[in-house]
């Protein structure tokens, strides 16, 4: 039994249905259902006796101890957390709350259960956070990329909010003992993104016939991994991971946002032809407030260690990407409800987007 936190985001959902899928044992799925949280995306277990869904809060730490001492999981993994930079730019304190108070409330709780589990156990325990690269803050042009012991330089309300986490996380196991891992990885893309999230975003606005916001020059450099590559590098991490270190998850597919808005409306013309190019609805709207310029991933140590490496390529994934929001658009039809068109007047203004 393990215990998965924010199972019915993007990634925590695509962590928990591979996980199942490959019959590693029964999972404890603990998520608010924040906006972007959605039991949609775990439809296919509904029936499935190895996953148990609870809807909770990381920070209430009576609910944890509770489900702790009930389902004994011999491990966590830590996804529940506000992930949106733009958010975190219009209301940061949600962020601080969940993303800070949060994981310390969990990491309390975590620390009595495992004080009290008898030695094997306690040896065979793992938290593993996941965090993500923007921690490390922005890089210019030709600077090498992030490794594990670059500095922490968060820039946003959202990075520093991770990285006040991975704080934490890094003082229990130095403070108590805590069988810590913690994963930094890159922006994800794939199936059960929420629309906020900029490929999501652009091929539904593209579908809809509306325009593609490129925040800036759109010259931003981001490494892209698929949600899947994610999923299996956090299962490696999590059986193989040396206790205390953390590990930097990357694709190795630095790309400018226009580059990938182009090559999402590239692949829709292909798949899905309207009367003009889909490119032609770009269009260049004002920068995001504080906006890291360059985002780089060096992976060598969870290449060389764990023997791990992506298995999609940018053109694979994507593709796969783009069919899934093509193949399931009654999924899509649920989750760009009332909250989301209000996210898109506050953060777009109006209806331009
Ligand atoms: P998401 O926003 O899609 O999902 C977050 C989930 O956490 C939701 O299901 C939400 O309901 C739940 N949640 C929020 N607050 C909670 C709380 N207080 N208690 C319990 N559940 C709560 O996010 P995501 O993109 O799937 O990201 C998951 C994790 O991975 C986050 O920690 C994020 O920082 C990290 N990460 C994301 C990316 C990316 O590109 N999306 C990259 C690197 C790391
Ligand atoms: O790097 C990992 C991070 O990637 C994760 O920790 C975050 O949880 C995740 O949201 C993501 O953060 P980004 O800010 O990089 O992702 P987002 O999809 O919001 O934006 C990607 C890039 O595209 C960024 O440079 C901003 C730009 N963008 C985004 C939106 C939503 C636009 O140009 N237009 C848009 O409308």
Redesign the pocket.
């Known amino acids: 039994m393990i215990l998965v ?10 962590f928990v249905l591979d996980w199942l899928a490959s019959n590693r044992g029964p999972v404890v799925n ?9 039991l949609e ?1 775990l439809a296919a277990l509904k029936d499935d006796p190895r996953h148990i869904f609870v809807r ?5 730490a009576a609910l944890i101890e509770k489900l702790l001492q009930q389902y004994q999981p011999r491990a966590i993994v ?7 930079v733009d958010r975190s730019i219009h209301g940061p304190e ?1 962020f601080v ?3 800070v108070l ?1 994981t310390f409330h969990l990491l309390e709780a975590v620390r009595a259960y495992w004080s009290g589990l008898a030695e094997e156990q306690r040896a065979a325990f793992r938290f593993l ?6 921690v490390y803050g922005s890089l210019g042009p030709n600077d090498a990329a992030f490794t594990e012991t670059t500095p922490y330089a968060p820039n946003s309300p ?1 990075s520093a909010s ?1 990285a006040a ?1 991975d704080h934490l996380v890094r003082a229990y196991h130095h403070t108590y003992g805590l069988p810590v891992l913690t ?7 794939g199936s ?3 629309p906020e ?1 900029l490929i999501p975003l652009i091929i539904l606005n593209a579908l809809n016939g509306k325009p593609l916001p490129i925040y800036g020059d759109g010259l931003n450099v981001r490494d892209w ?1 698929y ?1 899947g590559d ?1 999923c299996s590098a956090i299962r490696a991490v999590l059986e193989q991971g040396r206790v205390g270190e953390t590990y930097n ?1 990357g694709g190795c597919n630095e790309m400018a946002n226009i580059d990938v808005v182009k090559t999402v409306c590239a692949l829709l013309d292909e798949l899905k032809p309207a009367t003009q190019p889909y490119a032609a609805l770009i269009i260049y709207v004002k920068d995001r407030a504080g906006h890291d310029r360059r985002y780089a991933i060096d992976a060598r140590k969870i290449e060389s260690e764990l023997k791990w490496r992506p298995s999609e390529t940018f053109e694979t994934g994507i593709r796969k990407t783009v069919q899934w929001y093509l193949e399931n658009q009654s999924w899509v039809a649920h989750v760009v409800s009332g909250e989301y068109q209000g996210w898109l007047a506050k953060n777009y203004g109006g209806g331009r987007t």
């Not at 603990?30 to 959605?38: H, M, P, R, V, W």
């Open positions: 936190t924010g199972g019915a985001g993007f990634i925590g959902a695509n603990l998520d608010k259902l924040t906006y972007a949280g959605n995306n909770g809060d990381i920070g209430d830590n996804f529940a957390a506000e992930s949106h949600d709350q969940t993303n949060g956070h996941v965090s993500t690269d923007e959202y991770k986490s994963t930094n990885c890159s922006n994800n893309y059960y993104q929420f999230k991994l949600v994610h998850i």
